[in-house]
């Protein structure tokens, strides 16, 4: 049975980040808010989570195409290729945002994300998912949790996604409504390219 943690969107107490944090790190599956849709994320770093969470998204982990979700662009570096100025001023001035920027992956990547030639980076402007991070000292691979009503893509309220997962994932974090609408997906390993429309408009930023 999943924990619910409640946190405040604007003032996260600091006692339940911790309790996040210490489920992930024990290699839990949680699900959180964004400043788009609630994501179901785990630690990158923990290899046993990144098997579970692509059994729950039905997919092997090897073809699986989980985003990173970072709080800041300082872990950049460490899974995608240098790049160059240009792309980095797009990033700086989107990020953080709803935006999820396709780039080429380094091959320092966590062992889970091995052979992938391209990566997801994801960095919410949302307190709790920044303040996930910065405490669990490196990013969580996540995935947004759909609906299968083709009306409502995806789950808003917390205690219906609660009901939904319980015995699923760890912990449900209720942060308030979220959003029914995704990033926008932005390939940036060669130029720019919208791979799908979302929340935010890349061209605002160009």
């Not at 992956?105 to 030639?117: D, F, I, R």
């Not at 893509?153 to 760890?170: A, C, R």
């Not at 926008?184 to 929340?199: F, I, N, P, S, Y």
């Amino acid at each position: 049975m999943a924990e619910y943690i409640r946190i405040h969107p604007e003032n996260p107490q600091e006692k339940a980040i911790d309790q996040v944090v210490k489920i992930l790190k024990d290699g839990g599956l949680v699900i959180y808010p964004s400043d788009t849709v609630y994501g179901l994320g785990c630690d990158i770093t923990n290899q046993k989570a990144m098997e579970k969470l692509a059994r729950i998204k039905g997919v092997k982990l090897d073809k699986a195409q989980f985003s990173i979700v970072c709080n800041d662009l300082s872990h950049l570096s460490n899974f995608t290729l240098p790049i160059d100025n240009g792309t980095f001023r797009i990033l700086k001035r989107a990020l953080p945002g709803p935006f999820t920027f396709v780039m080429n992956a380094s091959k320092n990547l966590p062992s889970s994300y091995k052979g992938k030639k391209t990566v997801g980076i994801r960095v919410p402007d949302h307190l709790i998912p920044q303040l996930i991070v910065e405490k669990l000292g490196n990013p969580i691979a996540s995935t947004s949790i759909y609906d299968e009503d083709e009306v409502i893509e995806y789950t808003t309220d917390p205690e219906l996604i609660y009901e939904k997962w319980d015995n699923l994932v760890d912990a449900v974090v209720d942060s308030g409504y979220g959003d029914n609408v995704a990033s926008t997906v932005v390939d940036m390993t060669d130029g720019v390219e919208v791979l799908r429309e979302g929340k935010g408009n890349i061209e605002d930023y160009l």
